[in-house]
């Protein structure tokens, strides 16, 4: 079973054909398969579970 960010990585096969993937150069990974790069556009989904602690709360209220 995938993780969040396995599935989120997952989920432009799911929308887009492989060439479409190629041709706009779509990437999808976690913060850390990007860190040190440069991009045009980054869409960053921050997310929580029941039970994370408050300094994760307070991350994703206030990034």
């Given amino acids: ?3 969040r960010a396995g599935r989120e990585a997952h989920a ?3 929308a887009f054909s492989v060439e479409q993937i190629e041709r706009v150069g779509l990437r999808a990974g ?3 398969a990007f860190q040190g790069g440069e991009a045009d556009a980054v869409v960053a989904s921050l997310g929580l579970v029941d039970g994370d602690s408050p300094a994760r ?3 994703a209220g206030y990034p």
Wanted: net charge negative.
């Fill in 1 to 3: 079973m995938l993780d």
């Fill in 12 to 14: 432009p096969d799911a």
């Fill in 30 to 32: 976690t913060v850390h």
């Fill in 57 to 59: 709360s307070r991350f």
